[in-house]
């Protein structure tokens, strides 16, 4: 779990947080993975299996979603109601007029509707709608992708339930689902008008409110990834996207409704991760509503840096490698050429060298889900080891050790024993003893 934690830096706060990775499975969305699965919670929707609908229904309903899409695409706002029942909540049919217009300036390469009548919902839980012929809640997907930043066009759910009158399909409603588990994403346009800055490596998508902290960001969207790509290598997209919501509700919209928002500075998220291509869709880093704006500009700067490693090596990570490795290795890359001392950046570990010697054993994960001070202690742990290979061995082998470490995912401690062999030529109870041999002489 990612936390804001304070480190008095020339007498600036700088925040740290941990970034969040998806498995690659269809909507397990709570960056579980390098750092934790932060998405969207989707519960599976309780329907029942019921036979393929008939095919006329589906290429009508194929046709409405093709035709919204197409409409919103050439800025056809008429077109775009049109796929609205027009005996709608006048609530909904707003909140699609909104849509529209908050859409203008984001620059879509790809929006689309992908449709699975085979998944649709019992119609025995459906309410009634007046004057409704028929009624249906097939499984719909929104696809996008943003121009210029996404490699790959990424998909969320859209819980639309849709109505049919006088022959004719409509869009009833996006929230009338909830009951029997579908919910519809909500992106940043779903909150309001959408601004957005490009730069040659990414863009930054906010709103009118933060245009501030927006130009900020784009100042150092591009030397962060750059300084990403000297450590990592050239083999990631060298593109991000960074989301600045104005809200917690919209934070929590984008990483997931049970994340504690309140408390991290910015996390990074993915819809479905394939290590085996090595690849990652809808990629983001989605900056805090109410911290990330008093960051300093070194503050900023580790940060940014810190989030862009979790997007650059997402592909190459599985769900359940060591939580000190991927959070040691991203502040390793965050902190780099800062010219921040150990010392100073882990106030917490250094307090407790001074109490009691170093820690006698390496971070578990769970210490990564904890809270306060057991967190903070984690975290800086974590860089204090990725100092220590760095520093002892070389940087080329502590990339080595992630990229072997975080390929493997969640394996028992004789084969992480043979890993870091393979890698340093140390076991776990050798490497530590080492990495408390280097604490007490930077630290003691």
Request: aromatic letters at 6%; glycine letters at 6%; a negative charge.
């Amino acid at each position: 779990m990612a936390r804001m934690r304070a480190l008095l830096v020339a007498g600036v706060a700088i925040a740290l947080l941990g970034g969040l990775t998806l498995v690659s499975a269809p909507f397990t969305r709570k960056e579980s993975l390098p750092a934790q699965t932060i998405a969207p919670e989707q519960s599976p929707p309780s329907q029942a299996a019921i036979a393929p609908p008939a095919s006329a229904r589906t290429d009508a309903v194929r046709t409405l979603l093709a035709d919204r899409a197409h409409a919103l695409q050439r800025r056809d706002e008429k077109a775009f109601i049109a796929s609205i029942d027009p005996q709608a909540d006048p609530a909904f049919l707003k909140a699609q007029q909104d849509l529209f217009t908050n859409l203008a300036g984001v620059p879509l390469r790809e929006w689309s509707y992908t449709l699975q009548p085979q998944r649709a919902i019992d119609p025995a839980v459906l309410h009634g709608v007046a004057g409704a012929e028929e009624l249906w809640a097939p499984e719909i997907e929104l696809v996008y992708a943003l121009r210029g930043s996404d490699p790959l066009p990424t998909s969320r759910p859209m819980g639309y339930l849709l109505v049919k009158r006088a022959g004719l399909w409509f869009i009833r409603s996006d929230n009338d689902l909830l009951e029997v588990g579908r919910r519809t994403w909500r992106g940043p346009w779903d909150f309001g008008p959408c601004s957005v800055i490009t730069t040659s490596r990414g863009l930054v998508m906010s709103h009118p409110a933060r245009a501030t902290m927006a130009k900020r960001i784009a100042s150092e969207l591009d030397s962060a990834v750059q300084e990403v790509t000297d450590v990592w290598g050239s083999a990631w997209s060298q593109q991000v996207v960074v989301l600045l919501p104005d809200t917690s509700e919209e934070m929590r919209a984008l990483v997931g409704p049970n994340f504690p928002v309140d408390a991290v500075v910015a996390v990074s998220v993915a819809d479905r991760v394939d290590v085996e291509r090595n690849t990652a869709e809808g990629q983001r880093v989605v900056m805090s509503a109410t911290t990330a704006d008093a960051l300093s500009v070194a503050a900023l700067k580790i940060v940014l840096r810190h989030e862009f490693t979790h997007i650059a090596a997402r592909g190459s990570t599985v769900d359940g490698s060591p939580m000190w490795l991927l959070e040691g290795f991203a502040d390793y890359i965050g902190y780099r050429d800062s010219g921040i001392p150990l010392a100073q950046a882990t106030p917490d570990l250094n307090a407790q060298m001074i109490a009691s010697g170093p820690p006698s054993r390496l971070p578990p994960d769970e210490d990564f889900r904890s809270q306060g001070r057991t967190l903070d202690l984690a975290y800086q742990q974590s860089l204090s080891i990725a100092r220590f290979v760095a520093e002892r061995r070389s940087e080329a082998k502590l990339i080595e050790l992630y990229r072997v470490l975080a390929k493997a995912g969640r394996v028992g401690g004789e084969e992480i024993d043979r890993l870091m062999g393979s890698v340093l030529g140390l076991n776990r109870e050798e490497f530590t003893a080492g990495w408390r041999e280097y604490l007490r002489e930077t630290l003691g």
